[in-house]
Nanobody, 126 residues
Framework: QPQFVESGGDLVPPGGSLRLSCAAS????????IGWFRQAPGKEREGIGC????????NYADSVKGRFAFSRDNAKNTAYLEMNNLKPEDAGIYYC???????????????????WGQGTQVTVSS
């Protein structure tokens, strides 16, 4: 079934960096804004930001602003999340999804058909 496939999660020490990928399987992302979400153990899923269809605009939650960066390559149907200066509180399962309301301070709300994948695990520990 059409869905996003996230990859790139790993165990990194505090202060480390990771690059996550979000590849669309079975559909095109060209007309979709893409949001990034994470879920820590025992916590609700939270949105950390989004990137518009062309990549011309990105929006970040305060918790990741200045450390994370979104990008995308529509020719490859793939979005990316560059994470720097990782903190233990960044640990969790990271997901991407098709969203609306991305921009002007909005971090992206999942569409009814958001193409959720299985996520990728990020662990930040020394």
């Amino acid at each position: 079934q059409p869905q996003f496939v996230e990859s790139g999660g790993d165990l990194v020490p505090p202060g480390g960096s990771l690059r996550l990928s979000c590849a669309a399987s079975g559909f095109s992302t060209n007309i979709l804004a893409i949001g990034w979400f994470r879920q820590a153990p025992g916590k609700e899923r939270e949105g950390i930001g989004c990137i518009t269809t062309t990549g011309s605009s990105t929006n970040y939650a305060d918790s990741v602003k200045g450390r994370f960066a979104f990008s995308r390559d529509n020719a490859k149907n793939t979005a990316y999340l560059e994470m720097n200066n990782l903190k233990p509180e960044d640990a969790g399962i990271y997901y991407c999804a098709a969203v609306f309301l991305c921009g002007m301070g909005y971090l992206g709300t999942p569409l009814p058909k958001a193409y959720w994948g299985q996520g990728t695990q990020v662990t930040v520990s020394s």
